[in-house]
């Protein structure tokens, strides 16, 4: 496509219920990362994936959050066991190579949780 | 890691006004990028500016990698222009690709 896609726009869910993010990168970029913005702040890095592997998954802020590239281009970000601290916007963004290319981001997801 | 500074951290203009976005970096970046998040969310590329300088229509800026900031010039700015302007750039040298943002510059334009 042309550009990356994120579904869904918008997820509410219930505290303690699981949660799937989609993430479709933008065609023939290697690089994948998840980011996580909270209210009022920047991005933060959650996870890196070069083609199907997880590289770094340093960000990831519990054992509640899983995610995966399995053939190498779509992502899934999990979420288990949902907390409210877990509401913020994620984001996803691609590029052609890990270094040297710049990061081009999706609308994101904006995650709610009650 | 990198710490990223930016300011100021709002700013009201006039319509048709220019402004200066700053934006300071603790240590040596790769891969400077600036967004515009829009009312509605969206993170837009402006530039990939590791150094030297681009312009795009109205917005210009240059990064002066070996004194660790870039600036992001908006001119004539327009009510479109309103939202949050993001830097954010790589640890020069590190083997994390991932980028690290500033908390950003909350622009607002009046007609």
């Known amino acids: 496509g042309a550009g990356v896609s994120q579904s869904p726009r918008y997820k509410v869910a219930k505290r303690g219920q699981d949660v799937a993010l989609r993430c479709d990168p933008i065609?023939?970029?290697?690089?994948l990362f998840w980011y996580q913005q909270a209210l009022g702040q920047g991005p933060e890095f959650l996870t890196y994936?070069?083609?199907?592997?997880?590289?770094?998954k340093s960000g990831l802020p519990s054992d509640r959050f899983f995610a995966e590239r399995p053939e190498g281009s779509v992502s899934t970000l999990k979420i288990q066991r949902t907390q409210q601290e877990d509401s913020a916007v994620y984001l996803c963004a691609s590029s052609l190579e890990r270094f040297g290319q710049p990061q081009h981001f999706g609308d994101g997801t904006r995650l709610s949780i009650l | 890691g990198i710490q990223v500074e930016q300011s100021p951290p709002d700013l009201i203009l006039q319509e048709g006004a220019n402004s200066t976005l700053r934006c300071n970096f603790s240590d040596s970046v790769n891969n400077l990028q600036w967004f515009h998040q829009n009312p509605w969310g969206q993170l837009i590329n402006l530039f990939y500016?590791?150094?030297g300088t681009k312009q795009n229509g109205r917005l210009s800026a240059t990064t002066v990698a070996t004194e660790r900031y870039s600036l992001l010039y908006i001119s004539s700015s327009q009510t479109t222009d309103s939202g949050v302007y993001f830097c954010a750039g790589r640890n020069y040298g590190g083997s994390q690709g991932n980028l690290i943002f500033g908390k950003g510059t909350k622009l607002s334009v009046k007609p």
């Open positions: 994936f070069q083609n199907e592997a997880q590289l770094d």
């Open positions: 065609s023939g970029h290697v690089s």
């Open positions: 500016i590791p150094s």
